[in-house]
């Protein structure tokens, strides 16, 4: 620990230095010192007598009260020699004979060349005397709390580094005490409780503080015991809490409680915000919560959640007190939390599930509500994502005798957990079977009816499409949300027949006739995935930026938005960021049994592997993919599923297994509409068509494709697709090279000037084709695939050019940060959360976080609060 001095100076007390420099320059007078207890009053005086020392003063001090009417009598008998400072401290425990002594002595001091500096803590004693001093002049000193800044600085000095939010808000329970900030410092520094890192200091939190909590432990049995048990019950309200909520909870009022709140604010246990009461600290909080026996504690939080529910207030605040304090049997509280799981089922389903649950826990098995409370238990475990135990709940239940209405709920959960688990043909007889049933809820029917026909697209797409399309020719009226899963439907299935036009039209009207947000945003998502397959990447991620930013955080929707942006990432060239977004949606789909979602993840894992030379991950996500791929078709296409399969055998078991897999397992590959949703498919199976010598089955891809463009002459991604198939076909190099002018995206870019350039070798252009090879290497590399890098490189090897190493970036500092990563850096030194800057780029917060874990690497970092800090410094 250092001193705490800055240039000899004692922080915060610069003015009162100065002061009494002042009156040391005059030579005589008085200087009276008031200040509370630690505030620095013995420190100051020290400083003066050092510093009339210096100037030649003769400093004369007492030892202690005791010793104080002994100077006073030497100082009365002789005469000084020169300048003499005489030092008098506590005269608050002075004896009235020492007071009265110097009462008699001061009015003679401007006559003789002798500064007098008392000191006492105001309001404890001599107030007479320092009355008195002060009518005839005397220059008055009253040491108050330190400022925060200076308390910063202060903190600065002891610690080593500038504090960070979270260790000022702990020092500031000092309320600017010198002695209580130094002991605290103390107390946190030898339980090693602070970190200094870059010149910035902070808490650790993973350690038991014991001497600090010791210390804050006294300082709160320090206060009366009316003030102690109005903070207890204050801590169950919260960290924060508003005064008129503490008043009613004790039956009392703020006025008569205004002393008490008076004293804990004196004391820093308490500060005051704009609208209410605060602890100063989680630590301080915690300390007065765990001071509270555990039995009164839940009596008090449910005496809490009763008190908010009578008024009316939020049920959601009321259940976080009565998840602490509900007991079995107990209705009131248990339907508050019902209330509460219910209120937000949709925004905060993992909060609604918890709820809910605990409501069941404690409602008793004879209880006439206990279907009621299954039933909202099993809904918010859907959506939470927890299906497995939502299905078994409902079942439970269902095996019991359970009346019709409850019972078509807890089937339609049951409907709702087999489609997400891919068991459509299950997910199909259930709601089927429920829609036939008479007395179906009304309020029931349209979400069946949804269930029904999404379950009809994995399983039977002629049934799927003869439903889909009544629908919509029945419907009169506004838009809804069985309209809107209809017109998807269709969409979904017109996308698979290679009727991208169409298939775009019905997705956009589907999106728009959506008018709940529990719906899982399946519409916009959809549309999402035919504008990113045409490479209309600024309106798919538009999408999807309205999809993340839709006020349902149900886990279905959050994992099926991951998996389509992890697609239109990899189509756009974003591979490193393709791959983080579709391994947290293939963990989080296994672990919540979302196993309809894991092909997608799959599929976009095995292209990245394949693309970055991991051939035996991209053979194992495939072959993991494979048993997937009948089971979907909702999200994208089969042929998506299928062409990734060839791809990867291709790579891995040669060319004749790859036509051997599209002829005998996938024979409607190249005539589906693949081409539509991955336009550079196109070239592709012509190259692999060329170099197994089959010309017809280059002939039937290079029609499929340019019947598609004819078709369909708005989409530019379509029409490049189809003139770089011709253009391999017909060996024909102009019309390569203006596909690759007209490509879309990076990969399509990529492989058409890789086709340009063989095509220029084999007609012994060797400067054109190294130009064509060299423009295809950059972009591969830009995109990240460094398998085809490496192929590239292998082919101009080959003409005898030798490519210098790719620059290589620093690896650390500022200017190691790619744009993206800059990007999000300036925005976390803005003050953006992961979500906010997920917002802003397009991207999940896997993704955000993925690039943050990057930036504090490079920039040997460890917290956010560096990296503005580190910024700040480096502009």
């Given amino acids: 620990m250092v001193s705490g001095n800055r240039d000899g100076v004692f922080r915060g007390r610069e003015e009162e230095h100065e002061l009494l420099s002042g009156v040391l320059d005059a030579g005589t007078g008085v200087v009276l010192v008031d200040g509370a207890a630690g505030t620095g009053k013995t420190r100051l005086l020290a400083e003066a007598a050092a510093l009339a020392a210096r100037r030649g003063f003769e400093v004369a001090t007492a030892r202690d009260e005791l010793d104080q009417p002994f100077l006073l009598a030497r100082l009365a008998e002789r ?106 410092l103390t107390a946190l520094s030898e339980d090693g409780q602070v970190q200094v890192s870059g010149g910035h200091a902070s808490l650790r939190g993973d350690r038991s503080p014991r001497r600090t909590e010791a210390l804050l432990r006294d300082r709160v049995c320090s206060l009366s015991g009316k003030t102690r048990h109005v903070l207890q019950v204050a801590s169950v309200l919260g960290p924060r809490f508003e005064p008129g909520d503490l008043a009613e909870m004790l039956a009392s009022s703020t006025a008569i409680l205004l002393p008490a709140l008076d004293e804990a604010i004196g004391a820093g246990v308490v500060t005051s915000l704009d609208d209410r009461l605060a602890f100063r600290h989680e630590l301080v909080w915690r300390l007065v919560a765990d001071s509270v026996p555990a039995p009164v504690r839940r009596a008090l939080h449910r005496e809490a959640g009763e008190m908010l529910l009578r008024r009316g207030d939020s049920a959601v605040t009321a259940a976080q007190h009565l998840l602490h304090g509900a007991q079995r049997g107990d209705v009131r509280s248990i339907d508050g939390l019902v209330a509460a799981a219910k209120a937000v089922l949709w925004n905060a389903p993992q909060a609604a599930a918890e709820l809910a649950v605990r409501a069941l826990e404690l409602t008793d098995q004879a209880s006439a509500s206990l279907v009621h409370r299954t039933v909202v238990a099993a809904r918010a475990l859907t959506a939470a994502g927890r299906l497995t135990a939502a299905q078994a709940l409902a079942q439970d239940a269902l095996s019991r005798q359970v009346s019709p209405e409850p019972a078509a709920e807890l089937r339609h959960c049951v409907a709702t957990t087999t489609l997400l688990g891919a068991q459509h043909a299950e997910s199909v007889e259930i709601s089927e079977t429920l829609l036939a049933e008479p007395g179906l809820l009304p309020e029931l029917v349209p979400w069946v009816e949804i269930t029904r026909m999404l379950a009809l697209l994995g399983h039977d797409r002629r049934r799927a499409e003869e439903l889909a399309g009544s629908v919509v020719r029945a419907h009169t009226g506004s838009p809804d949300d069985v309209l809107a899963t209809a017109l998807a439907v269709l969409a979904a299935i017109a996308r698979d027949a290679g009727q991208p036009g169409a298939a775009l039209e019905l997705a956009r009207e589907a999106a728009q006739s959506v008018t709940s947000y529990d719906l899982c945003a399946y519409p916009q998502l959809l549309l999402a995935t035919l504008h990113s397959g045409l490479r209309e990447f600024a309106e798919a991620d538009s999408v999807v930026r309205r999809a993340r930013s839709g006020p349902s955080s149900v886990v279905t929707k959050e994992l099926m938005t991951s998996v389509v942006q992890a697609r239109i990432l990899l189509q756009a060239g974003r591979i490193e960021e393709a791959s983080v977004e579709a391994r947290a949606a293939l963990s989080a789909a296994e672990e919540t049994g979302h196993t309809a979602l894991m092909a997608p993840a799959l599929a976009v894992l095995a292209k990245v592997a394949l693309h970055t030379g991991d051939l035996p991950a991209a053979i194992e996500h495939v072959e993991r993919c494979r048993g997937r791929v009948p089971a979907d078709g909702i999200i994208f296409s089969r042929a998506y599923y299928q062409w990734a399969d060839v791809l990867v055998s291709y790579v891995g078991f040669g060319l004749d297994k790859a036509l051997e897999l599209l002829t005998d397992e996938y024979p409607g590959l190249v005539t589906s509409g693949l081409f539509a949703e991955e336009p550079r498919a196109a070239g592709w199976f012509v190259r692999r068509a060329l170099e197994a010598g089959d010309e017809r089955l ?106 210098r190493a790719e620059p290589v970036r620093p690896a650390s500092g500022w200017s190691s940060l790619d744009d993206t990563e800059r990007a999000i850096a300036n925005l976390v030194a803005k003050g953006q959360t992961n979500r906010q800057i997920s917002t802003q780029l397009f991207m999940s917060p896997h993704t955000v976080n993925f690039h943050l874990r990057k930036i504090f690497r490079k920039l040997g970092i460890s917290s956010r609060v560096e990296l503005v800090m580190r910024s700040r410094d480096d502009r």
Avoid: C
């Avoid at 008098?88 to 002075?94: E, M, Q, R």
């Fill in 79 to 184: 005469q000084p020699q020169r300048p003499t400072l005489v030092v008098l401290d506590d005269l608050h425990l002075a004896e009235p004979g020492t007071l009265a002594a110097l009462r008699a002595l001061l009015p003679g001091a401007a006559r003789e060349k002798v500064v007098w500096l008392l000191a006492r803590r105001r309001g404890e004693g001599a107030d007479r005397l320092f009355a008195a001093a002060a009518a005839r002049g005397a220059v008055r000193i009253e040491l108050r709390p330190l400022t925060d800044d200076v308390v910063a600085g202060l903190v600065a000095d002891l610690v080593g580094g500038a504090p960070d939010h979270d260790l000022r808000a702990l020092a500031s329970t000092a309320r600017g005490n010198p002695a209580a900030l130094i002991g605290l």
């Fill in 698 to 803: 280059a002939k039937v891809v290079v029609d499929r494709v340019e019947r598609l463009a004819e078709e369909n002459p708005g989409f530019r991604a379509v029409a490049a697709a189809a003139l770089h198939a011709r253009g391999l076909l017909d060996g024909d190099t102009s019309l390569v090279e203006r596909a690759s002018q007209q490509h879309r995206d990076l990969w399509a870019r990529a492989n058409a000037a890789e086709d340009l350039g063989v095509m220029l070798t084999e007609s012994s252009d060797r400067a054109a084709s190294v130009k064509a090879l060299e423009n295809a290497l950059g972009l591969y590399r830009e995109i990240g695939a460094s398998r085809d890098s490496a192929r590239v490189l292998g082919r101009l090897r080959k003409l005898g050019r030798r490519r």
